[in-house]
């Protein structure tokens, strides 16, 4: 069964520590896709970033940086410089793909609230 | 502005009684999902349709219902069968391009049951 495992359920930081966000996730497809998504105090998923199975390269984008390993099954996001408006709950997903290989489902984990403290 | 509608953001009802949530998306997307958030808890797939008059139903359909009429438009009706309708609910959207898989999200509806 595909799951996705995010155990830290809650982090605390100080304004401008860096902060890893980890990801665990389980599936036998050969093909998929991983997610990460925040979600700030109004409730609107914001889709972060997309990254499929074939491309382990990690990524950099401005104080994001995403490091995905299929050797340890991990997708890890991490927050360089962190600062208040960054405060959220942060989902990682899992794909599931269906009809003509396009995803159906997206299967979530529970998601880590990341309060940055001024 | 592309994006996706979702109203009211907040709905309070009665025990018993059915309720529809609106979602209409203006992004040319072929695929519409519900999905249900409780707290402290990830989200859960409702219903989710890739064509127009056609859905399937996800994790936890039981209780609900859907149409899809328009390809902008996936309305879920939260019917006095489902025992615990208390959540917040999220419509998304995605393309069934390959390579373009993310879903996007509106901005949810907090319904309260009484």
């Known amino acids: 069964a595909q799951k996705v495992t995010q155990a830290q359920t809650e982090i605390s930081v100080v304004e401008k520590e860096d902060v890893t966000l980890d990801c665990v996730y389980e599936?036998?497809?050969?093909?998929?896709?991983l997610f990460w998504y925040k979600q700030p105090p109004s409730g609107e998923l914001v889709f972060l970033i997309r990254?499929?199975?074939?491309?382990?390269q990690n990524e950099i984008s401005g104080r994001y940086s995403w490091n995905f390993q299929k050797s340890t099954s991990s997708f890890n996001f991490t927050i360089t410089a962190s600062q208040v408006v960054d405060s959220a709950v942060y989902f990682c997903?899992?794909?599931?793909?269906?009809?003509?290989?396009?995803?159906?489902?997206?299967?979530f984990g529970t998601g880590t609230l990341l309060a940055v403290q001024p | 502005d592309g994006g996706i509608t979702q109203s009211p953001k907040y709905l309070f009802r009665k025990e018993g009684q059915n309720v529809t949530l609106s979602c209409e998306q203006n992004?040319?997307?072929?695929?519409m999902y519900w999905y249900r958030q409780d707290p402290g808890q990830g989200l859960r797939l409702i219903y989710y349709?890739?064509?127009?008059?056609?859905?399937q139903k996800g994790d936890i359909a039981e209780g609900y219902s859907v149409s899809r009429e328009k390809k902008e438009s996936f309305p879920l009706t939260v019917t006095s069968a489902q025992k615990n309708p208390t959540a917040f609910y999220l419509c998304?959207?995605?393309?069934?391009?390959?390579?373009?898989?993310?879903?996007?999200f509106g901005p949810g509806t907090r319904l309260t049951v009484t």
């Open positions: 997903a899992l794909s599931e793909l269906g009809y003509g290989g396009a995803t159906n489902k997206l299967i």
């Open positions: 992004l040319n997307h072929d695929a």
């Open positions: 599936t036998r497809d050969t093909t998929y896709y």
């Open positions: 998304a959207s995605s393309s069934l391009l390959v390579g373009a898989y993310e879903q996007y």
């Open positions: 990254r499929n199975s074939f491309d382990e």
């Open positions: 349709s890739q064509i127009v008059n056609d859905f």
